[in-house]
């Protein structure tokens, strides 16, 4: 990995740990901008460097450091209820970097969210101890507007870093 590339991986974990840290607590499932951030640089760089930066900023998390939504880390937030959400990051980065270097990048953005959330519904499902339908209005329900929202700002801070790096 280069030194340019290298850069670019570390401001993409930066950004997407602030980003994740700041929430607003929503009962089980926290709303944080992490996904915006996930998006955006999915979008910006290649698929490589996006899922360096998703490992990379779920590494800090896993040894505790405060970058999970909430200002919270450790393994107890990836065992915990949005665990799932979290852990589908990695493969968020791979498809949305994938559609988008084909120039698909809105199908691999509705990928990506759909993937984010049969993965995060099915681990809420487990950890809770609850029913699909009882996830899904806990875990997804209410997120969708803010997730599209997110997703569509997502989209176009990605491209324009694009252009910048």
Not at 42 to 49: C, E, I, R
Not at 133 to 157: N, R
């Amino acid at each position: 990995m280069g030194v340019k590339r290298l850069v670019r991986c570390a401001v993409f974990v930066l950004f997407i740990s602030i980003c994740s840290a700041f929430a607003l607590p929503f009962g089980a499932v926290p709303l944080s901008l992490g996904l915006l951030a996930l998006m955006a640089v999915s979008m910006a760089g290649d698929v490589k460097t996006a899922v360096f930066a998703v490992l990379g900023y779920l590494l800090l998390g896993i040894v505790g450091l405060p970058v999970f939504a909430g200002f919270k880390g450790g393994l107890g937030v990836i065992f915990g209820p949005t665990g799932g959400f979290l852990l589908s990051y990695i493969a968020v980065a791979v498809i949305i970097g994938f559609f988008a270097l084909r120039g698909k990048a809105v199908w691999g953005i509705v990928l990506g969210l759909l993937i984010c959330y049969i993965k995060g519904t099915l681990w809420f499902m487990i950890v809770m101890r609850v029913s699909f339908i009882q996830a899904l209005s806990v875990a997804v329900l209410p997120f969708v507007v803010p997730d599209i929202i997110k997703c569509i700002l997502g989209y176009y801070i990605g491209k324009r870093i694009k252009i910048i790096i």
